[in-house]
């Protein structure tokens, strides 16, 4: 229970200094939708972009807002024959992401499920580093359906929630990041893991589009 007031509280700061802070909070209908009848959590269009108020929080409950980020979508690459949209963010020049869509799956260029909306408490991309017979890490993503909005820069949002877990056994360590995504807008709010003084970073989106 503490811990589920503990994320509302942190949902809640964050829509509030999102306001505060951003830029016009609007919603965006430029981005092409898809056919009626079908369902995409990551709309994927050369172009189709989203833009994220940065705000820091450390351990101690403060919040700090860093500025604004994107992220594109600059063009398509082919690997291993299949198609996959290329991601790219404006603050990170080293950050390039693949995906494409796979009988429902959002699929990352590793052939990784990276997101999958219709199984309630469903894990996915589950992978384990052993050496010398020890786990040196477990990471995996388990997706949850919400019955509650989620909140955002832009507003609030039917969501499901892709709850990231990376576990530590020989530092008896287990961190947890959070992404939430709506039907054809894509992440709406990121909350990244805690560094090694529990300290997050989390993006809240402003705004989506698709760049003329």
């Known amino acids: 229970m503490k811990f589920k007031k503990s994320i509302i509280l942190l949902f809640a700061s964050i829509l509030i200094i999102g306001i505060n802070y951003s830029c016009e909070k609007q919603e965006d209908k430029s981005i092409?939708?898809?056919?009626?009848?079908e369902v995409s959590y990551s709309p994927k269009e050369v172009g189709n972009y989203w833009i994220y108020d940065i705000i820091a929080m450390d351990n101690n409950g403060n919040y700090t807002?860093?500025?604004?980020?994107?992220?594109?979508?600059?063009?398509?690459?082919?690997?291993?024959?299949?198609?996959y949209y290329e991601y790219r963010s404006a603050s990170n020049s080293n950050f390039t992401q693949y995906l494409r869509d796979s009988a429902a799956y959002l699929v990352d260029e590793k052939g990784e499920r990276f997101f999958y909306h219709k199984n309630d408490a469903d894990t996915i991309e589950d992978n384990i580093v052993i050496t010398s017979g020890d786990t040196i890490s477990h990471t995996y993503r388990i997706i949850y359906h919400l019955e509650d909005d989620v909140k955002c820069s832009a507003g609030s949002f039917p969501a499901i929630e892709a709850r990231n877990i990376r576990q530590l056994p020989l530092l008896n360590r287990s961190d947890i990041g959070y992404d939430f995504y709506t039907i054809d807008i894509g992440i709406i709010l990121r909350i990244s893991m805690p560094d090694n003084n529990g300290n997050r970073v989390a993006y809240s989106l402003v705004r989506w589009g698709k760049a003329d």
């Open 65 to 83: 807002y860093l500025g604004l980020d994107s992220t594109y979508i600059i063009g398509t690459t082919e690997i291993n024959e299949n198609t």
């Open 32 to 37: 092409d939708k898809i056919l009626e009848g």
